[in-house]
C-alpha cells in the first residue's frame, strides 16, 4: 500500500473514534416549580392570555452545596393592535430570555422572539397557536491549557392551547431544530420533547378559588415522562398558597401576593421552597422567587 494513503486512512480512523469518545449530553430547560407564573416558558401559544401587557421575571436556584447552580427568566409580551374590538382575533408579539448558570464555569443562554395568534372557538372559548424562534449559547470558562469555549445553535418551540376564564389546555413541542452544541469537546444535544400544561380554577365562594394545575414533559429521546401535580388556593384575591409534587421525588411549597395595584395594572409576587422526599434522589433544595406585571 502506498505509503501517504496508509497515514491517511489511519488519521481518519482516529479521527473518528476520537468524534465518537466525546461525551454527549441530553439537555432539557429547567423546569420552574412556578410555571404558572409564566406559562410562556412552556408554551409560547399561551403568551397573551392574561392581558394586553405581560411581563414576568424568576430565578430559581439550588440550596446548600449547590447554591452556584441557578436559572434566570424574563419574559414580555404586548398585544398588537389591542384597540381592536375585544372579542375578536388578535395576535401578540413578545421576548423570551433563558439564562442556566453552574458557578463561574458554565453559561447557558436561550433567547427567542414569540408570536401568538388568539380566536374565539366558541362565545366562552378561545384558540391560539404561537411559536418561538431564537437560538442557545453555551460558554465554557476554560484552564490556561484549554482555553474558553463557545458555540450557539438555533433553538425554537411552536405550540397551541384553549382557554377562557377559568379553563386552560395546552401541548407544545420545544426544542424543534434538534440541534448539537459544542462549545468545547462535550457535545450537548437539544433534543425534541413535548409539553402538555392543564388547569381549572374552581370559585368556592367569593373569597375563596382553587386551582388544580399540571405540566407533563414527555422526553422523546428515552421515551419517558415527567410531570408536576399543582394545587393553588387564592384567598380574597390577594393571599396566594400551593403545593406541589414532582416526579424527581420533591415537594414545593409558594406563597405569594396577588392582584397588588401597580401603576395602571397589577403586580404578583411569589416564593418558593422545593426538597427531596426520597432518599433516593440527589439530596438538594431549592429556592424560587417570581414576579410578574399586566395591564
Known amino acids: ?78 398585544r398588537i393592535f389591542p384597540k381592536q374590538k375585544l372579542n375578536g382575533p388578535f395576535s401578540v408579539a413578545g421576548l423570551l430570555l433563558y439564562n442556566d448558570r453552574e458557578g463561574q464555569y458554565l453559561n447557558r443562554t436561550r433567547g427567542y422572539l414569540l408570536y401568538a395568534w388568539h380566536a374565539n372557538l366558541t362565545g366562552m372559548l378561545k384558540f391560539s397557536a404561537g411559536f418561538a424562534i431564537g437560538g442557545m449559547n453555551y460558554s465554557v470558562k476554560g484552564t490556561a491549557l484549554s482555553g474558553d469555549g463557545s458555540d450557539t445553535k438555533p433553538d425554537g418551540s411552536i405550540g397551541v392551547s384553549i382557554y377562557n376564564r377559568s379553563f386552560q389546555v395546552g401541548i407544545s413541542i420545544a426544542q424543534i431544530f434538534n440541534s448539537e452544541v459544542q462549545p468545547l469537546e462535550e457535545i450537548t444535544l437539544l433534543r425534541p420533547f413535548l409539553n402538555l400544561t392543564a388547569e381549572k380554577k374552581i370559585t368556592i365562594n367569593n373569597s375563596l378559588v382553587i386551582t388544580p394545575s399540571t405540566n407533563i414533559r414527555f422526553l422523546i429521546e428515552n421515551k419517558t415522562s415527567v410531570f408536576d401535580l399543582n394545587l393553588s388556593f387564592l384567598y380574597r384575591k390577594k393571599l396566594f398558597i400551593s403545593s406541589g409534587i414532582y416526579t424527581n421525588n420533591k415537594i414545593n411549597l409558594c406563597l405569594g401576593l396577588n392582584n397588588l395595584p401597580l401603576f395602571k395594572g397589577i403586580m404578583n409576587i411569589h416564593i418558593s421552597y422545593g426538597y427531596p422526599i426520597s432518599r433516593n434522589t440527589l439530596n438538594y433544595s ?10
Do not use: H, W
Open 1 to 78: 500500500m502506498n505509503t501517504k494513503y496508509f497515514f491517511f486512512s489511519l488519521i481518519l480512523i482516529v479521527n473518528f473514534f476520537l468524534a465518537s469518545a466525546q461525551e454527549r449530553i441530553v439537555r432539557y430547560p429547567v423546569r420552574f416549580c412556578q410555571y404558572y407564573d409564566s406559562y410562556t416558558l412552556i408554551n409560547p401559544s399561551i403568551a397573551g392570555t392574561l392581558g394586553k401587557v405581560e411581563i414576568s421575571a424568576g430565578n430559581q436556584r439550588l440550596l446548600g452545596n449547590f447554591n452556584k447552580v441557578s436559572t434566570y427568566y424574563f419574559n414580555g409580551n404586548v
Open 286 to 295: 431549592f429556592g424560587e422567587a417570581g414576579i410578574g406585571f399586566l395591564l
